[in-house]
């Protein structure tokens, strides 16, 4: 079992950059694979990127891909997600999810741990 939590959300500009931090609990984080989700008032919690274990797979959505990158420090039990180029559209609360097992799942049903989120604002 896994607990995830979430920091290093805020307010930055169009185009500015940002890296949330995932730190979970648990003696073998290495165990599970992480996913970043996001969710805007009124939406859907929607898939951002998602990680292997040992952080040879990795998987985004068509939106964020070449302006986000996703990585692991197991050694550390954090999960990354480096954020640049934001947009405003950007704009939810960004959600860390934990899965135990080697694939990755863009359904955010699928994970069983989840942070408590943290706030990313992308002001135009």
């Known amino acids: 079992q896994v607990q995830p939590v979430e920091s290093g959300g805020g307010l930055v500009q169009a185009g500015g950059s940002l890296r949330l931090s995932c730190a979970a609990s648990?003696?073998?984080?290495?165990?599970?694979?992480m996913g970043w989700f996001r969710q805007a008032p009124g939406k859907e919690r929607e898939f951002v990127a998602a990680i292997s274990g040992n952080g040879g797979n990795f998987y985004y959505t068509d939106s964020v891909k070449g302006r986000f990158t996703i990585s692991r420090d197991n050694a550390k039990n954090t999960v990354y997600l480096q954020m640049n180029s934001l947009k405003p559209e950007d704009t939810a609360v960004y959600y860390c999810g934990a899965r135990y097992g080697s694939s990755l799942y863009m359904d955010f049903r699928k994970y069983d741990y989840w942070g408590q989120g943290t706030q990313v604002t992308v002001s135009s």
């Open positions: 648990g003696r073998i984080f290495s165990s599970y694979s």
